[in-house]
């Protein structure tokens, strides 16, 4: 019966560990990032089945007078996500409540189109698009504070 030496053996467990963590690399994206006056956090991932989860966010905070003061929008569901290199897309559905300077909190339905593009050490791009009359967008560009890890 063969013996192993130490540094196989540690060489051959390092080897079959990495093996589960290797094959279930699934496409995903996680961060938060501002743009104007726009944060938009979260993430969201594939599962082995080929479902999605995850949890997205976008807060505004006008810095023009009005009579909003902030809007918050959470997502929960999701469909068409894609990774394509540092890129990633998907549509997402939720719900956005709005401060508004009288103290009411009325809300709405929200369907949005995200972009998000990871450019490493560069200032990453982000754009969301909205699908109806009635939403929120934040337009497409640059990020001025924050990072997006985009991955496949």
Not at 17 to 45: E, I, Q, Y
Not at 58 to 69: K, N, R
């Amino acid at each position: 019966m063969p013996r192993f030496t130490s540094t196989s053996t540690a060489a051959l467990t390092l080897a079959v560990s990495l093996a589960p963590a290797l094959a279930h690399a699934l496409p995903s994206v996680k961060g938060g990032a501002d743009r104007g006056d726009f944060t938009v956090a979260g993430h969201l991932a594939k599962n082995a089945a080929g479902g999605l989860a995850g949890r997205f966010m976008i807060v505004l905070q006008p810095q023009v007078p009005g009579d909003t003061l902030a809007v918050s929008c959470t997502y929960t569901a999701f469909s068409n996500f894609s990774v394509i290199r540092n890129v990633a897309s998907f549509d997402a559905t939720g719900r956005c409540i709005v401060l508004d300077d009288d103290g009411m909190l009325p809300s709405f339905a929200v369907s949005n189109h995200f972009t998000i593009t990871d450019l490493g050490p560069g200032p990453d791009l982000i754009d969301v698009n909205m699908y109806g009359a009635v939403g929120i967008a934040v337009p497409g560009g640059a990020v001025s504070f924050g990072d997006f890890a985009v991955s496949l």
